[in-house]
């Protein structure tokens, strides 16, 4: 199994809602990260995970809250998101964290703020 | 984090070769060239990666130039599923439990024509 699962699809939420996006990894895999994409530009990295322990934050605002409930496990909670935050969320996994590892991503939430 | 510098377009002829170039002139010694594409509506994908020697997997090559300043991903007959975003990315290594995220430049935008 070489899959990132990512739900949901797709995501509409108003900007006083709570919201969560899960990615999930059954690869064993120790590294796992969340991006963001806008429309016809590259991927943005937000956060990065090591072994479950938070190791880079893009300076992302608060109002996304990353959170890795175990290994396998990765969700990005929302809450009074703004219009401009609507986007492609991916998420992906690696073995490690480390250069010689290829990185595994999922197909993505497509958000919208309204 | 080293940059990498590709074109922002390249179009190429179905079952022809295709030769994608990146310069990375900064790039440090432990860094790995990672090459990932991405589809229309898809999230990226793991194409192919080295640190020093050529590679080669059932997706394509990898040239890396013996200074390592520049590399080139080839694409030994292209179709038009490979219609896509190619980015070149440059992963360090990290020991003693650091973390590196894939950093996305803006790629090159391969356009295969029938």
């Known amino acids: 199994d070489t899959e990132v699962t990512q739900t949901p699809k797709h995501l509409v939420m108003g900007m006083t809602n709570k919201k969560s996006l899960k990615c999930e990894q059954h690869m064993g895999h120790r590294a796992m990260y969340w991006y963001k994409q806008k429309a016809k530009k590259p991927p943005e990295l937000m956060f990065v995970?090591?072994?479950?322990?938070?190791?880079i934050n893009e300076s992302v605002p608060s109002r996304f809250s990353p959170e890795c409930p175990n290994s396998s496990l990765l969700n990005l909670h929302l809450h009074a998101l703004q219009p401009e935050d609507s986007a492609l969320y991916l998420c992906?996994?690696?073995?490690?964290?480390?250069?010689?590892?290829?990185?595994?991503f999922g197909q993505g939430t497509r958000l919208t703020v309204v | 984090d080293a940059k990498t510098t590709q074109p922002n377009s390249m179009e190429s002829n179905e079952e022809e070769p295709v030769h994608l170039p990146c310069n990375h002139s900064?790039?440090?010694?432990?860094?790995?060239i990672h090459w990932y594409r991405q589809l229309p509506s898809q999230g990226p994908e793991y194409v192919i990666h080295g640190l020093t020697s050529n590679v080669n997997n059932r997706m394509a090559s990898l040239a890396i130039a013996e200074d390592r300043k520049s590399s080139t991903l080839i694409l030994h007959r292209a179709t038009l599923r490979d219609a896509a975003v190619y980015y070149c990315i440059l992963r360090g290594f990290y020991s003693g439990g650091g973390a590196d995220g894939l950093t996305f430049g803006k790629g090159t935008h391969l356009i295969i024509q029938p």
């Open positions: 995970y090591s072994y479950e322990k938070l190791s």
């Open positions: 992906a996994s690696s073995q490690d964290s480390t250069g010689d590892t290829e990185a595994f």
């Open positions: 900064t790039i440090s010694g432990t860094d790995y």
